[in-house]
C-alpha cells in the first residue's frame, strides 16, 4: 500500500480523487472500482471523479464567511433512509463534504505545503472538521447505504482528509513554539492573526494555546476514531440474489458464484488495507498531539531554569 501521508510535504491537491491517489495506488483503485460495480453499485461506472463531478451540493456563504454543506435533492435508491431528511441521501452527504473540502483545498485554504497556518484559519479547518464529523454520523441512520463498496470509499477520502487537518494544526502549532523557542530573550515572537482564546471573561495567554488546542485535537481524534469504527467496519458484500446478474462471463450459476466469492474476497482485502492506511494515519495524529504537548512542557521547563525561577506542573 501506499506510504502514510505527510500533510506537509503531500498537499498537492486541486481534485479529491488526486488526494485518493496519494492515499491509495491506482492498482488498488482499480481493484476497488470493479469489486464494487460487479458487487453491487447502484451506478456501473461508479468511480470517485464521476461522483464529485455531479453538481449535488453548493457552498453557502454565512455573514461571518464560514462555509456551511448545503444538499441538493437527488434520485436515491428506495432502500436509502436519509433520503428524506434535510441533508439529503447517504450519497448526498458525503458527495456534500468532500465539495465543500474540495472547495477549500488545502492549497485555497493552508497555504503552500510546508507553511503554517494563519491562526485564523486554524478556527476554519477544526469547525470545518468538526462539521465533516457531525454529518458523517447521518450514514449511522442507513445501514444498507453504509455497507455499499461506494460509501465505503467516500467515507474513507472523507476520513483521511480530515485526519489531515487535524495533524496540519497540531503541526503549526509546534513550529510555533519552536520559533518562539529560537526567538526567546530577542524579543521576537509570533504574533496572534485573531482575536486571543477566551474561556468566558478568561483569556488565555498565547503561550498556552497549543496546549488547549492539543487537548481539543486529542479528544476531536478519539471522537473522529469512534465514528470511522461504527462507519467502516469491514462487511461481507451481499453476494446474492440481482448481484449475479451483474457479473459478465459468468457461465452458468456456478461460475457466477465463484466469480462472486473472488470478487467478495477482493473486496475484503481492500478493507483490510483501507483500515491499516486509516489506523497509521490516526496513530500517527496522536502522537503528533503527544509530541507537541511534551515539546511544551519542555520549553517551559527550559524558560523556567534559565529566567532561575521554579517548575511548575511539568509531570
Not at 24 to 41: C, I, M, P, V
Not at 278 to 302: C, I, P, W, Y
Amino acid at each position: 500500500m501506499a506510504p502514510p501521508v505527510n500533510p506537509d510535504d503531500h498537499h498537492t491537491d486541486t481534485e479529491m480523487a488526486d488526494m485518493t491517489e496519494m492515499m491509495f495506488d491506482s492498482e488498488w483503485l482499480e481493484d476497488y472500482t470493479r469489486a464494487a460495480t460487479a458487487l453491487g453499485s447502484e451506478s456501473p461506472d461508479f468511480t470517485l471523479p464521476t461522483v464529485l463531478a455531479a453538481e449535488d451540493t453548493e457552498r453557502a456563504t454565512t455573514s461571518s464567511g464560514a462555509s456551511t454543506i448545503v444538499e441538493h435533492e437527488r434520485p436515491n435508491p428506495a432502500t436509502c433512509q436519509n433520503a428524506n431528511k434535510p441533508h439529503g441521501s447517504c450519497v448526498g452527504i458525503t458527495t456534500g463534504i468532500l465539495t465543500s473540502m474540495r472547495g477549500n483545498s488545502p492549497l485555497c485554504l493552508m497555504g503552500s505545503p510546508g507553511t503554517s497556518l494563519s491562526l485564523s484559519t486554524v478556527d476554519s479547518v477544526l469547525s470545518a472538521a468538526q462539521e465533516a464529523v457531525q454529518l458523517m454520523r447521518g450514514l449511522l441512520d442507513c445501514p444498507i447505504c453504509r455497507a455499499g463498496p461506494q460509501l465505503q470509499l467516500l467515507a474513507t477520502v472523507v476520513f483521511a482528509e480530515v485526519i489531515s487537518r487535524y495533524r496540519r494544526v497540531i503541526s503549526t502549532y509546534r513550529n510555533i513554539k519552536q520559533q518562539q523557542q529560537q526567538q526567546h530573550g530577542q524579543g521576537a515572537h509570533e504574533e496572534l492573526k485573531r482575536a486571543p482564546l477566551s474561556i468566558g471573561s478568561h483569556q488565555i495567554e498565547g503561550s498556552m494555546e497549543a496546549v488547549l488546542v492539543g487537548g481539543v485535537v486529542s479528544s476531536r481524534l478519539q471522537e473522529l476514531e469512534a465514528v470511522m469504527g461504527d462507519i467502516l467496519v469491514p462487511q461481507k458484500p451481499d453476494v446474492s440474489g440481482d448481484s449475479t446478474a451483474k457479473i459478465e462471463g459468468g457461465g452458468g450459476s456456478s461460475s457466477s458464484s465463484n466469480n462472486n466469492s473472488n470478487l467478495s474476497a477482493l473486496l475484503g482485502g481492500l478493507y483490510n488495507r483501507r483500515d491499516s492506511f486509516l489506523g497509521e494515519q490516526l496513530t500517527a495524529g496522536k502522537q503528533e498531539v503527544t509530541d507537541l504537548l511534551r515539546f511544551d512542557r519542555e520549553s517551559n521547563s527550559s524558560s523556567s531554569s534559565a529566567r532561575g525561577g521554579p517548575e511548575i506542573l511539568n509531570s
